[in-house]
């Protein structure tokens, strides 16, 4: 079983001061809020201090998630992956969104290396008010030669200031890198059976986190990992049990993910507790197809991943299409599921609307906004879209809990200065809410309250049938 | 020449004090300062090879007074960058003594779960009372789907693709697909199974709605006869939602087609839930339960169902797929604690679950043209695919899909669960390194 932290196990690790240094009014307080992962340690200022030494370092201890946090790079670009508590995130949120990297390689033009680490430096999808970026790139040593590798490192350092994957089996070719990388803290790939020794010491001397990799043999990860743990005292490791692609052997990648992690939360195996790495790229060393089916390829294999535990993923392609629905279910998937996504209330213009465009009524329940204002703006209608405060729940459900009532569909179409906006004196409210209409009329006075369609998809069709011809008078 | 002295202690103690605020921590042990002023003074590099021990040296300037204290201090790398001392290249640490790779076997956790998916069948023989040439077998699973290295034998997710009884509004790259048979159920249904290679299809009839065409419950089962008649498979009867209405379809096309073990879509929880089930229990047929994105309106559904006589193997359960990026991580969320629970013993949740991915559809992503996003020909069936794997993963396991790409690329992928694969020993997994590409 994961381990269930209750406020008294971490109170105990605390100055007691109640200071309120950290903004909460007590330690117990901050202690509640540590467990729940709403605030970081480093909020605690007197912790820092010498006399608490033990104490803080007991605290991590006791904090530390079943999958260690592991950092790379330098802020403020840092990323940290990892983190997580929970194998399923109904249970908890799950933490540090998986990092996206993309790939170059020392043997590609310059031109074209700048063209690809320019475009993850650039990338940006603004969905529902949010910014969803790239966080890496990866470099490749294609050439196994220390000099190529070093001045592809360094073309790429010049451009970018986001955190780096340095990835190559030969130690000799990773050093020469990391004397000029080395205090960016890139993640270093790879240590595997042959390499594991002068790997490790590199991790150590550079202080860089390290990428374990034993492709589809569990067993060899988690030795890797537990005599790098003991012979050189670090612990800073991405997991890389190797990302199989073709001939339906993603399944058994996901099967490897999944015991992983499964292994790490629920079986408690330490040895296992870190970040796990996919590489959705190596579609393009080892399965057949045209590009555009590597590509649909490795979107897919990115996705599946992510949803089953991967904390970073090395892709290749940089058009956007196969990246869109990648990071669109990041953002989706680390959201908290317990809060339902809601928007503002208000008054809200789609198109170009006018005294004569319909007044629509809808919940704030984010995904019902989207879906009703997608709808209208789909059919190119004009309207005016009141979203009522619902707290975030739907149309349905906001009507059977009386979050939607005739009451705050007047309020807010006062409030928001709705009713001003029209000249016809009509209001459509959702079919779902068919049972306010004789109330809400009474609160209009000598307004008209219509029940539109259940579904917002069919507001043109009601519009057309129905409101304009009882409105205006038009026959179709 | 004061001034400039001035300025440059100054400087000094800004940089001490920058100094002393990076370093972890400076302790000083027995020692008893009684001055009201010092003379401070840094001198670098006070060991060879070791840039960031610097001697600091506090003497009181009072006239008169003695006593000089010297320590050492060690600077932060960040403290060093004040200082404007280079960084040396950090001495390797003394490799450890033994290194031998030690031996220690990862072993697979022990799963909690106790519970069985109940198995449906989907189409009969003529020897078991139909007249289908394929049938299918869903569910029978004991772990979820992600831990499929515990199960021997499986029955892989299906797919069905869209047929519509009447002309539907389609978005682009899907109605490219389907060009030439929207006016035509049965060509429809053969092109998904013949061209497309559909496990099975789903056949809408939405004209049934009162509000649309209001197509009489005889005519609604001319149509499913006439796709029965032109494929071997089984298929879904897909009702117009219309909660009164669908029950008459149910009821006409249930008995019609007596033994053939289809499926019924969907029951809600605004039907007469008993008159609903009533002529499914009758002649052997299956159904689906649609509840809305909620593990407790999906378990009052179950139970319903079941109380009203369907046997737990002919049920379904269908927890709203919503799209991706539309509300699809709380299917997955749903849907993954619809299977756990029932795999530790929930009874009522023990069923297959299907997934509507043509819902991907609605997300603007998945149809609208705009260039910088390219080609929807690709980004529509991609998004439509992701939706169906996502919720396979959480552990949907009849997929409602429209476009055939997507279609192709779920089922290839739930192929490969029935699939002897390739031992990973022998795949060179690590070249994805050094490959050109």
């Known amino acids: 079983m994961p381990k269930i932290l209750r406020p008294l196990d971490v109170y105990k690790y605390l100055p007691q001061t109640n200071c309120g240094e950290c903004g909460e009014s007590s330690c117990m307080a901050f202690a509640a809020k540590l467990i729940e992962r709403q605030v970081s340690v480093e909020k605690c200022t007197p912790l820092s201090e010498p006399k608490y030494g033990k104490k803080l370092k007991a605290l991590l201890e006791v904090l530390r998630s079943p999958v260690k946090e592991v950092t790379i790079g330098i802020p403020p670009n840092a990323i940290t992956i990892g983190g997580k508590d929970v194998m399923y995130r109904h249970e908890l949120t799950w933490r540090h969104p998986t990092a996206l990297m993309i790939d170059v390689h020392d043997e590609m033009e310059e031109e074209e290396l700048i063209k690809r680490v320019k475009f993850v430096n650039d990338f940006s999808f603004i969905r529902i008010g949010r910014e969803l970026k790239l966080d890496g790139i990866a470099v490749r040593c294609v050439s196994d030669d220390s000099k190529k590798f070093s001045t592809a490192v360094s073309t790429v350092l010049k451009h970018t200031q986001l955190p780096l994957v340095l990835c190559s089996y030969n130690p000799t070719v990773l050093e020469e890198a990391l004397t000029i990388a080395g205090d960016k803290k890139p993640l270093i790939y790879a240590a595997n059976k042959q390499n594991w020794k002068e790997m490790a010491e590199l991790s150590s001397k550079y202080k860089c986190p390290l990428v374990v990799s034993a492709p589809g043999d569990l067993s060899l990860l988690k030795s890797l990992t537990v005599s790098i743990k003991k012979y050189y005292n670090l612990d800073d490791f991405v997991l890389d049990p190797g990302t199989f692609v073709d001939g339906g052997t993603i399944l058994d990648t996901i099967s490897m993910f999944s015991v992983l992690r499964y292994a790490a939360i629920e079986g408690e195996d330490s040895d296992v507790g870190y970040p796990l790495l996919g590489v959705p790229a190596a579609v393009w060393s080892l399965f057949d197809g045209n590009d555009d089916e590597k590509r649909l390829m490795e979107s897919i294999v990115a996705s599946s991943l992510m949803s089953r535990y991967a904390d970073i993923l090395i892709l290749h392609s940089i058009d956007v299409w196969p990246i869109l629905p990648v990071i669109v279910w990041r953002d989706c998937v680390y959201t908290d599921p317990r809060v339902p996504p809601s928007v503002k209330p208000g008054l809200y213009e789609i198109g170009k609307p006018n005294e004569m465009s319909p007044l629509l009524v809808t919940a704030n329940f984010a995904l019902t906004y989207y879906i009703v204002k997608d709808d209208v703006e789909r059919n190119k209608i004009d309207a005016w879209l009141v979203v009522v405060d619902t707290e975030g729940t739907s149309v349905q459900s906001a009507v059977a809990g009386k979050k939607l009532t005739a009451e705050n569909i007047y309020e807010t179409m006062v409030s928001s200065g709705a009713m001003e906006k029209v000249q016809h004196k009509t209001v459509i409210i959702p079919g779902y809410a068919a049972r306010l209409s004789g109330e809400l009329e009474d609160l209009l006075k000598d307004w008209r309250v219509f029940v539109g369609p259940r579904d917002s998809a069919d507001i043109k069709q009601f519009l057309e049938k129905i409101w304009k011809q009882e409105v205006f008078g038009e026959k179709q | ?437």
């Not at chain 2, 069905?160 to 060509?187: C, H, I, Q």
């Not at chain 2, 004209?207 to 649309?212: E, F, R, V």
Request: a negative charge; aromatic letters at 6%; glycine letters at 6%.
């Open chain 2, 1 to 437: 020449m004061k001034e400039e002295k001035k300025e440059e202690n100054e400087k000094i103690v800004i940089d001490l004090l920058k100094l002393l605020s990076e370093t972890d921590n400076v302790e000083l042990e027995d020692v008893t300062i009684d001055a009201e002023e010092f003379a401070i003074e840094i001198v670098p590099a006070a060991a060879p090879g070791r840039p960031e021990l610097f001697k600091l040296s506090l003497e009181p300037v009072m006239p008169g007074a003695t006593g000089k204290i010297e320590f050492l201090v060690e600077a932060s790398p960040q403290g060093l960058r004040v200082l404007g001392v280079p960084p040396v290249t950090p001495a390797a640490p003394a490799p450890p003594k033994v290194v031998e790779l030690l031996s220690i076997p990862f072993k697979y956790p022990q799963l909690p779960y106790t519970s069985k998916i109940a198995e449906v069948q989907l189409g009969a023989t003529k020897s078991e009372g139909g007249s289908r040439g394929v049938t299918y077998k869903l569910g029978g699973y004991s772990t979820p789907p992600m831990f499929l290295f515990q199960e021997t034998s499986i029955n892989r997710p299906l797919f069905a693709l869209d047929v519509f009884d009447m002309r539907p509004t389609l978005a682009g790259p899907v109605k490219r697909s389907y060009a030439d048979v929207l006016e035509d159920p049965v060509a429809w249904a053969k092109k998904c199974i013949e061209t497309y290679k559909a496990d099975l299809v789903s056949v809408h009839l939405v004209s049934t709605d009162p509000g649309i065409k209001d197509t009489p419950p005889s005519e609604a089962r001319r149509t499913v006869e006439d796709v029965l008649q032109a494929i071997d498979e089984p298929i879904i009867v897909g009702g117009s939602g219309n909660p009164e209405k669908d029950i008459d379809i149910f009821r006409e096309i249930a008995k019609a087609t007596e033994g053939e073990k289809l499926v019924f879509a969907s029951i809600t929880l605004d039907m007469d839930i008993p008159k609903a089930v009533e002529p499914l229990v009758k002649h052997g047929q299956n159904a689906i339960a649609l509840a809305f994105m909620d593990i407790n309106q999906a378990k009052e559904l179950s139970r319903k169902i079941l109380e009203a006589g369907l046997p737990k193997n002919q049920l379904i359960l269908d927890p709203t797929t919503g799209a991706l990026g539309y509300g699809i991580e709380y299917s997955f969320s749903v849907m993954e604690r619809i299977r756990l629970a029932a795999l530790m013993g929930e009874e009522i949740l023990q069923v297959p679950m299907s997934c509507a991915a043509t819902n991907a559809w609605a997300a603007r992503e998945a149809w609208m043209k705009v260039e910088e996003w390219g080609p929807r020909e690709l980004r529509g069936p991609l998004w439509e695919a992701t939706t169906a794997i996502v919720c396979m993963l959480a552990g949907a396991d009849l997929f409602m899909m429209m476009h055939p790409l997507a279609m192709k690329i779920a089922k290839t992928f739930a192929e490969a669960l029935q699939k002897v694969r390739k031992p990973l020993s022998e795949i060179p997994y690590e070249k994805w390194v050094e490959a050109k590409y």
